[in-house]
């Protein structure tokens, strides 16, 4: 999906608006993490990555997806890599019954990383609009740490100093919340990647959210690293500092839908609420315990 934080969205879709069609789709890659991936020959994680984030997006369609395409670029020609890629994009479709319809190769030899780009289509679970409304309660669901956003600003602040968090796997939600919405209403859901927690007001209208620095859902060492160079802003712009993905729940029903996330190995918590305002997100940083308004 487009990235909606960014200026041009709207121009994007003003040019495509004639050949869009209603069907489930997604498409993303593993960016620039997949300079690690590749030096350090990590790619069932990338593979991870690349599936998590078609995924996780699918949930927030409210999608179950059926089809699958795949291009894997390499820096140069390897045979073993390779194969593990796809064994592992293989795994991954055949425990979700998702059928790959094709795939591409490609050495491009003037890059030094590991792409892998994926797309997939699928059919809706349930066909809604996703409004996070006046009166919900706010649940956050733990990250595995970075996901696969934000190693531009990684790399600018560690240069050449790896650490082992840079090829931590995003963590998959689309099997948890497809099976939530089937079972509870919850009117919103969001999936923290790019543009991190400004990606929530796409889905706010007239309302505000407001995120408490008062749950369990803790920034991991990374970020508390990170934000020692950066401003709260930048972080909550830029990275899930600890929250994967946010639902909007009525509160009858939050103690239940956390209860069932922990159940399937998830840590949730209520992480704030919606307000009436002015389609602002209001975070109370962890990093600083200052407000901040995106």
Not at 110 to 137: A, D
Request: charged share 25%; proline share 2%; aromatic share 8%.
């Amino acid at each position: 999906m487009y990235n909606t934080t960014k200026p041009y969205t709207k121009k994007i879709l003003e040019l495509i608006k004639d050949c869009k069609a209603d069907i489930p789709a997604s498409t993303d890659g593993i960016g620039t993490k997949g300079i690690y991936h590749w030096k350090y020959r990590t790619f069932r994680n990338a593979v991870l990555d690349a599936m998590a984030m078609n995924l996780n997006d699918m949930a927030v369609l409210r999608a179950k997806v059926t089809g699958l395409h795949n291009h894997i670029i390499l820096p140069e020609e390897d045979e073993e890599a390779i194969l593990e890629i796809v064994g592992n994009i293989a795994r991954e479709c055949k425990r979700r019954d998702i059928k790959i319809l094709s795939g591409e190769t490609a050495i491009h030899n003037t890059l030094s990383e590991l792409e892998i780009s994926v797309s997939v289509i699928g059919e809706y679970v349930q066909k809604r609009e996703n409004k996070f409304e006046r009166g919900n309660s706010l649940v956050g669901i733990t990250s595995s740490g970075l996901h696969s956003n934000g190693f531009t600003k990684v790399r600018e602040i560690f240069g050449e100093t790896f650490r082992n968090e840079f090829i931590e796997p995003t963590k998959v939600y689309y099997d948890a919340v497809l099976d939530l919405i089937r079972r509870y209403d919850i009117p919103g859901l969001c999936h923290i990647t790019g543009g991190a927690f400004t990606k929530i007001k796409q889905y706010l209208n007239s309302n505000d959210a407001t995120i408490s620095d008062k749950h369990i859902l803790l920034p991991q060492q990374i970020f508390r690293d990170i934000s020692k160079v950066i401003s709260d802003e930048e972080m909550y712009k830029t990275f899930n500092c600890g929250i994967g993905f946010t639902l909007s729940v009525s509160p009858a029903d939050e103690k239940d839908i956390i209860y069932d996330l922990e159940n399937k190995g998830l840590i949730a918590s209520v992480i704030g609420n919606v307000t009436k305002g002015n389609g602002n997100v209001k975070i109370d940083s962890m990093f600083t315990r200052n407000r901040i308004v995106l």
